[in-house]
């Protein structure tokens, strides 16, 4: 069974930063795209960012370009999502997402629980 854990969420003011992490266990990590994926209240989930499992390949949201970076270490199995400059629109559950194919979308193999971003201004 793959387990998705997030963890770093929490309640920032808007200008500020959090690192997300996602570890992954079960599975065989460098198998899997991995993605972050966010939904705000009242509204769909939305594709954030997302990297290869060679890690030289990132994908982001326009929404987030510059401003978040995605990362993972394939020897400690684990996914991060570093974010700067949040904005009170970045409020929202994240959840990570891992595909054993070529990309994640929303419709990713396996998903992790989410945690709770809050931005304030």
């Known amino acids: 069974q793959v387990l998705l854990v997030e963890s770093g969420g929490g309640l920032v003011q808007a200008g500020g930063s959090l690192r997300l992490s996602c570890t992954v266990s079960g599975g065989t990590f460098t198998s899997y795209t991995m993605g972050w994926f966010r939904q705000a209240p009242g509204k769909e989930r939305e594709f954030v960012a997302a990297?290869?499992?060679?890690?030289?390949?990132?994908y982001y949201a326009d929404s987030v370009k510059g401003r978040f970076t995605v990362s993972r270490d394939n020897a400690k199995n684990t996914l991060y999502l570093q974010m700067n400059s949040l904005q009170p629109e970045d409020t929202a559950v994240y959840y990570c997402?891992?595909?054993?194919?070529?990309?994640?979308?929303?419709?990713?193999?396996?998903w992790g629980q989410g945690t709770q971003v809050t931005v304030s201004s």
């Open positions: 997402a891992a595909d054993r194919g070529i990309v994640v979308t929303t419709r990713a193999d396996y």
């Open positions: 990297i290869a499992w060679h890690r030289s390949s990132t």
